[in-house]
């Protein structure tokens, strides 16, 4: 894939009709919303047909099923993301016929232009950040417009044209493509190697978010000092133009976190920023949330935003989709579903999830994400899924990736099973529903984990056990 250098950008209204390669795709989805909103022509495609394609035709998108050149017919911009082959034959007609082709992060950045942009990135939290802030940010009359990577549970939405001149965006480190966007405010919840196949050495990958932090339009760079790179990050540009706004429990962090209460089904924690205390409270468990939401209401504190309404409005956020999102109940067995794709965001959620399990297992479904990510952190998944009673893995999600001789999901069941943890493995995702169903007993809490169609299981799994449909 490699990564994204980033392009000068145009206002909306000098792109003319534009056109989204991949537009059900959970990053391409909004930015093609947003410029609906406005009123312009949109067009896009996916290989199948979706919700999301569905949701886009209602809001005016001009939607396709398949790649067809003939799709790029009228079409002044094509837009695509970094899972877009070069051989893919809408790319290459655009190519040929001398059209304009920008990434995702261009077409995004062009509708930040004009606005106060905030950033939010990080190698875990960064969807359930921005959503907080968004959240937050229009709990306290500020109307923010924004671009999520996953719709809010509330209310199914992952974009946003308001009124403010604030504009939350999550910003994708993977590709470098969070080099690109025109915001005056960065946030970072943490930095941790992930990515290699793109940046090549964890030294380039923290160099990268360096480079972000020292961006000529950055005016605030607001970061978790408990995080051991975030806090090399911020003493190595300290002294720039930018401030810095250092979030943590440490004493010397200038918005500073004490008492926190993670365990069960919400969490609370004390919140000293500006000189004042204030009670933090969430409606979702876990001290990673209580970190984010801090790194939110530091943000929108930033932006000129009063804490105590910001707070107000994160005690009634109940969520990003796939972010510990309930999925139902059957026979007694509770399945929830998360994103968790990285050794360390594993270890997070089963972390939260075990207070919540009460008399039964934990039991934790797990499909890698990328042959490169499997090939570089298997045995550190392993050692994550160990906080597990029951692992089952399944074979690699390869997204955007061919596969690499001798990794498989198997190299993660290894992994668990050499730090202790009961593993099965069973590589065929469509039989994994009923062998699920066959191994789970009441009072299981089953928690389904990866970025890739992991997400089909727990439903499934529903209805093996006679449950009928999901929970809405």
């Not at 980033?6 to 989204?20: C, K, Q």
């Not at 495609?45 to 099923?65: E, N, P």
């Not at 199914?156 to 690109?180: N, P, Y």
């Not at 970190?291 to 005690?315: E, I, S, T």
Request: net charge negative; glycine share 12%; hydrophobic share 45%.
């Amino acid at each position: 894939m490699g990564l994204v250098e980033p392009v000068p950008l145009l206002a909306p209204s000098e792109l003319g009709r534009l056109h989204f390669v991949a537009a059900g795709g959970a990053g391409m989805s909004p930015v093609a919303g947003c410029y609906a909103a406005l009123g312009l022509p949109v067009s896009g495609c996916d290989q199948v047909g979706s919700a999301t394609l569905d949701k886009l035709a209602r809001a005016g998108v001009d939607v396709h099923i398949g790649h067809d050149p003939a799709h790029v017919a009228g079409a002044d911009t094509m837009v695509v993301s970094s899972a877009i082959r070069p051989e893919n034959p809408e790319l290459t007609t655009a190519r040929a016929a001398g059209r304009r082709i920008w990434h995702r992060s261009a077409a995004l950045g062009a509708l930040m232009l004009g606005r106060a942009g905030i950033a939010v990135t990080g190698t875990h939290g960064k969807t359930t950040t921005s959503a907080m802030l968004f959240t937050a940010l229009a709990a306290a009359g500020a109307d923010p417009s924004a671009v999520l990577g996953a719709p809010l549970a509330a209310t199914g939405q992952s974009c946003h044209i308001g009124t403010g001149d604030a504009f939350v965006i999550e910003a994708d480190e993977s590709d470098g493509s969070f080099l690109q966007y025109p915001a005056q405010t960065i946030v970072i919840t943490n930095i941790e190697a992930d990515h290699l196949d793109n940046w090549g050495t964890p030294q380039a990958y923290a160099a990268g978010f360096e480079r972000l932090a020292r961006g000529d339009d950055v005016r605030t760079v607001v970061l978790d000092v408990d995080d051991p790179g975030a806090a090399r990050l911020a003493a190595s540009v300290a002294g720039t133009a930018a401030r810095l706004i250092g979030v943590g429990t440490d004493r010397a962090a200038e918005v500073r976190l004490s008492e926190l209460a993670g365990d069960g089904p919400a969490a609370r924690a004390v919140l000293r920023i500006g000189g004042q205390e204030h009670l933090l409270r969430l409606a979702v468990p876990g001290v990673h949330n209580l970190r984010d939401a801090a790194l939110a209401v530091a943000a929108g504190w930033a932006h000129g935003a009063d804490p105590a309404a910001l707070l107000d409005g994160l005690a009634s956020f109940t969520g990003a989709a796939r972010r510990f999102q309930r999925v139902g109940e059957a026979r007694g067995v509770r399945v929830v579903d998360d994103y968790a794709h990285h050794p360390t965001e594993l270890a997070v959620v089963l972390r939260a999830a075990r207070p919540l399990v009460g008399g039964g297992r934990l039991v934790a479904c797990f499909q890698p994400h990328l042959f490169t990510r499997t090939r570089d952190f298997a045995p550190d998944f392993g050692v994550s899924l160990a906080g597990a009673d029951l692992v089952v893995v399944t074979d690699v999600y390869a997204a955007r990736e061919d596969p690499i001789p001798g990794v498989t999901g198997e190299l993660v069941a290894r992994g668990a099973a050499a730090a202790g943890a009961r593993v099965v493995y069973e590589p065929d995702l469509a039989a994994l529903p009923a062998r699920l169903a066959g191994l789970v007993r009441d009072g299981d809490l089953v928690i389904t984990l990866g970025a890739g169609d992991v997400t089909e299981i727990g439903p499934a799994l529903l209805r093996e056990l006679g449950g009928g449909e999901p929970d809405a």
